[in-house]
């Protein structure tokens, strides 16, 4: 996608060869920021202090935080060592494990002389990977906004609601939930997207608004609790958002508030479809809520809030008591009951193991 009418990607190799350059996304949407990936800490900050976010892209940041981590020791060790460091920075998302797990099962039975190259070189193919990955989803997303299209007056958009952000802020590129609003723009489909803040990082106001609009999508920005009044007086069509784990039999592990919106949309008979890659499905997982551990952060982003003020500076802010205590369960799970589809890159599944097990057998 493109800032200032330059096409970014959210991470890429350092001209030294020898690190990588990411978006900061603390800092949007007041300031575009790059910055550069050295060591392997600075790699597990990135992650873990949610610089980089989104599941693809904490997978391909991983990745690439274990090819500079063979630069630095290349050893078993040192590859054991590196693959525990980032996999506890986010416990949630699955694609940090598979990422970690790939890189890992691919260096082990190389020499440590050689470990480096290799890394390097698997982590732009799972860069790219991804990048396909996101617009096969697109393009399975979109046969579902021409269908509503068909349905509606000619010229009325198609209403979409999201949460969080799923778009290309969270993956390498296109993004997962917003692919096929992307390809829908492209093909003249006029759309509207209902953009939820998602507190409490308020990653939907932040992130989604400054995608749309950077890309010109029409949308309107709701807090989280308008989703449900929407649905019911028929403002809604669908709704696409992303996930962060998926289980076999198709719970959905998303930012929280994503439940809810699930269950407002069954009561008022509006879609509910999650756009995901096949590696963030965790084939080892049946039951979302019983199994898939929910990240539990700081209560500093529940209490404290960033905001430009109208001098132009960038401050935080505490919106709560100072000796109020809070909690802040980043997921939630969703049932496979109240899911409508499953967007992947090989087709629309149900949301179940054997509408999953249907598109990917191999598994």
Request: net charge negative; hydrophobic share 40%.
């Amino acid at each position: 996608m493109k800032v200032s009418n330059r096409h970014y990607r959210t991470i890429w190799p350092a001209e030294d060869g020898r690190s990588v350059e990411i978006i900061d996304q603390r800092w949007l949407p007041h300031e575009f920021r790059v910055v550069r990936l050295a060591t392997t800490d600075e790699v597990a900050i990135a992650i873990r202090d949610m610089w980089v976010r989104g599941a693809p892209l904490i997978g391909v940041t991983a990745a690439y935080g274990v090819a500079i981590a063979m630069l630095e020791d290349p050893s078993d060790e040192g590859l054991d060592r590196t693959w525990g460091q980032l996999h506890e920075t986010r416990p949630t998302a699955i694609n940090l494990r598979w990422a970690l797990d790939d890189m890992r099962a691919l260096l082990r039975p190389l020499p440590p002389s050689g470990r480096a190259e290799a890394a390097f070189a698997r982590a732009a193919e799972i860069a790219d990977e991804d990048v396909e990955l996101n617009r096969g989803i697109g393009r399975h997303g979109l046969s579902l906004i021409r269908q509503i299209a068909a349905s509606k007056p000619a010229g009325e958009p198609v209403r979409i609601l999201t949460h969080c952000n799923a778009g290309w802020l969270a993956t390498v590129d296109y993004g997962t939930a917003t692919a096929p609003i992307y390809m829908a723009m492209e093909e003249g489909i006029p759309v509207h997207v209902y953009v939820d803040e998602t507190r409490p990082r308020n990653q939907g106001a932040q992130l989604t608004a400054w995608e749309m609009v950077g890309e010109g999508v029409p949308h309107t920005l709701v807090v989280d609790n308008a989703g449900g009044h929407l649905m019911q007086h028929g403002m809604v069509d669908m709704v696409i958002v992303g996930t962060d784990r998926t289980t076999r039999n198709g719970d959905v592990c998303n930012k929280i508030g994503t439940y809810l919106k699930a269950l407002a949309a069954r009561d008022n008979s509006v879609p509910f479809y999650v756009s995901l890659p096949s590696p963030t499905i965790d084939w080892t997982v049946g039951d979302g809520v019983a199994e898939i551990p929910i990240e539990e952060r700081s209560g500093d982003e529940v209490s404290l809030v960033w905001g430009r003020t109208g001098d132009g500076k960038v401050v935080q802010v505490r919106i709560s008591p100072d000796a109020t205590e809070a909690a802040n369960p980043a997921f939630d799970v969703t049932p496979a009951r109240l899911i409508t589809g499953l967007i992947t890159e090989r087709g629309i599944a149900e949301a179940s193991e054997s509408g999953l097990r249907g598109l990917f057998p191999e598994a």
